[in-house]
């Protein structure tokens, strides 16, 4: 819609001329006084002068409703308006109460309703259009244009297009989290997206929203603190913290596949789930080598990679999640098989590993030795498999597992404002079981290792397809049987 | 007769207009919070206490009545005694007593019935009347020591439902029944003094300036005896309307809710209505039912229908066990919503739950969660955790409770979404919906029929179904049409009773003027 900044006496005529014939659409007076900003009786009257002087014009060349308001005569309650007739007299009303009648009338039946008043306190035009209105009820659908215009402030609004101003009118404070008061967020949203600076700090202009699904996608180089703030009229409001968005990843990777060691990789896996937890956007797009690291356990070990990818959790919109998902979906096919993850050395290698290879993110890297520290059992997988819980074999004799994995474990506490409030953090939890873990999730690879007889059974009875992205990886290193070798084909 | 020529001179050029900012008149507002329920609360009491408080509560007023009448009356030679109780009337005996009327009615949903049928079925069985033609229906009186049954002409030229508090005077026959001679009622309970708990304003007419609203609870006398100023006078008005029914399905009257938008919000008509009648409109209460959530139209034909039972009609292709989150209509709370959010920066808005609004079944009704307006809720009132009771100044847009009861301008306003008048309707083989609000207000109990057969929750403590104090206006949502009379009471109360029809049905607003009390309506026609 065209929107006139300043409405001149002539501009209106051919906002109106251009509205009505070449849009061919319907105006009313709000509609007509939201696009010029003009106030409404001025609004009504430019419709009647319009009306007036393409009529005289050209007769019948706009069709006009007008609004009647005034008082009916008693008796005539008959036409017009039938399911009203009789209820008025059938309440037992002890008293004649005063009653006014607004009616919304086309210019063809105005003559007719017009002689059902007894005494017209009002009378207005309504709306213009193109064509006899055959249904009025469609008006309602231009009304409804008006509403692009609600959010503006409502003392400005009262000003400039004459609804009624109430000066005890008070809102409630919103306390916590949204600075902003609603109308002066809103007053000049033109002027607010001419104030987006490519790269901004946390104290910067708002980015607006449609910069949020990019934000996964932001070059390493972008990566910085981004404050985005959404329209204020968006019901469901997402705070978003200023949060780090960790963009160096790629980097760190290559230089961890270059040292060739495990540890770096679970470094960053660690401060990745660390990162997303704390609702930051952690995206990466990391080309890890394919590691060829020696299998130090026995055949347990590779069973952990059935393990189920737990879902990446705490994030903060529905939008990233899924850009993540994809993300992680697409590095999952780019590599058949991921690299196994190194024992105790390597950890021990990460303690010296991560300071160096991490320098940039100091924080990132603060946290993912303090965890290192803290848990220097910590076997963590690469970035690839960074979902999958990683465990600690600390016995795997007799024919059962045990140690600890690292799992996504629920809190819920409730804040100072009454919510309850979900987070999910990493912890560790003790675990026994069968060599041959049972998968409890539908893994996104469930395929057993081919080595012991009993996984070999099943290897031979699961569909051929689930097998074929770890094929290669469990050929190079066992021998298999017989049976493993024509199953994969 | 007006003729196209007489109005035409109202029609303007944009050259005669003069732009000036019109200010709506202020309303003072005390809402009293006598129908919320505490957010722990429990339902695991029984009813029976419910009835015990009534009766307790009302027994003195209505038995200081019966004394005042019939103490001393001698009927054939035998003079009336007061009886205490129901079990302690003598066969024969001229006397009188009180109690509880409950009932009796073959087609009145039974809960004893339903147990030994082992019906458990969530929804009620929606009868449009409990009466009955045959005179199978029978009115037992009882209290705590037991019941007895009520016989006589008199009992047919009143209206009696289950729960109201009556005295009878009679005596018990051969069979154990009581003729009734005469039946008294409560009558209209004490009613307050304009001004009561709000300060009047100082400066009258439209443009005074923000008002404190100071609550007079303690006893400053001077503040009782201010005289109502102006009377006789013209003052502001409350608009009240009922059943917007905002729909997701059916746009027959969009129309007529834009222009009661319009009309409300003061942009349409001429400038000088605006300032005359637009600007003097303070206040919107909507009493129930302002989202329509059938998309059936004949469920709404059915306005006495017992109001927990109109749920959505299942959809007919597809069964869904349990919620179906594809069934819901998002549109008519979120056409409500921006309804609201328009007209609040002008007006503030009650609003009052109805059978279909989403809130709670059981009377009272709670308030609709502000979750449900995005837009609208940052004019409500922040949420307190000291509760509704506290001294927190009312949200501009008071999302109310069901019952509602408010001191609005000084008077003492009372509101109902409907249901309790739709089930009382239902007891009685009358049309006359304000004579059952007049009859409650005698009653002293704005939903007698509750807990029988309108759903309501088991109080323990106090009945707030009671009126302890009559109110100047008292209104009914979501009734079928217009009506309003004016009763007395005989200490000089006197009670302005309106039936607001439903807006979806009718067109209608009604506006009540706050110094003279009368009403007038708006309808709104499209042709």
Redesign the interface.
Known sequence: MLIFRVAT?ED?KKYLAERLFTEDKMVT??TL?RALKV????A???L??FHRWQNAMTHGKVHATY????TK?PEMQDD??V??SG??R??????E??????????QD???E???T?????????YSLSAHPLKQ??L??DV?REV?DY?HED?AE???Q???????????????GKRPQA?PVSSANPVEKKAAITPASSSSGPKKPTEKTTEKTTEKPTEAAAKVKEEPK?T??KEEKPPAKTRKAAPPTLKRGASSSSGGIMSAFSKAVAKASSKSASASSTPKPEEQTTPVLSDDGEDDSEAVPAPKKVADDTAARAKKQREDELRLMMEESDGEESEQKEEDEEMGEDAPIEEAPEPEVEAEAEAEAEAEPEAKTKSKKREAEPTEIISASGDGRRRGRRRVMKKKQTVDSQ?YLVTIQEPGWESFSEDETPSTPASAPAPAPAPTSSKAKISSTSSPAGSQSSKGKKAGARSQGSIMSFFSKK | MVTLEEVAGLLKKPSDIEKTQVSRAPSSYKPLDSFFLKKDRSYKQQFADTYFLRLVTIKPAVEKIAAETWSGTVIGGETAKKVDRVLDIRQGELCWVSGTVYMDMPLKPNILEDVSKDRWISAPITTDRYYSEDGQDQVLLEDDSGRVRLVGNVLKSVHLVTGCIIAVMGTENINGEIEVIDIKFPDLAPQPQRWTLTKPPTISGGGGHAKGKTQAWDEDEEMMDSPSPLKGNKGNKIAIVSGLCFSGTDPSYALELDLLHEYLLGEALDQNTQREELAKISRLIIAGNSISTTSATDNRTQVGGQSNGQQKPPAPSTKKYGYDSSSYNPLPSQLLDEFLSELLPCMPVTLLPGAQDPANASYPQQPIHVAMFPRSRSWCAPPSLAGPGSKAEAGWLDNSTNPWEAEVDGWRFLGTGGQNVDDVFKYVESEDRLGMMEAMCRWRCIAPTAPDTLWSYPFQDNDPFVMKTTPHVYFIGCQPEFSTKVIHGPEGQVVRLVTVPSFAETKELVLIDTETLEVSRVKIATS
Do not use: C, I, P, W
């Open positions: 006496m209106y007076y709000r006084s106030h409404v009786n001025v009504k009257a430019m009647y002068d609004l009647v308001y005034g005569k017009g308006d399911e009203m209820s008025s059938e309440g037992n009303t002890d008293e109460v005063f009653t006014q009648t607004l009616s919304l009338a086309s039946r105005l003559s309703v017009l002689s008043y007894q005494h017209v306190t009002s009378f207005q035009v009025v009820q008006l309602s009304t509403l609600s409502s609004r009262s000003k297009y004459g609804s009624m101003f109430n000066a005890h009118m008070r809102k409630r404070d919103r306390h609603a009229d019901a469901v009454g």
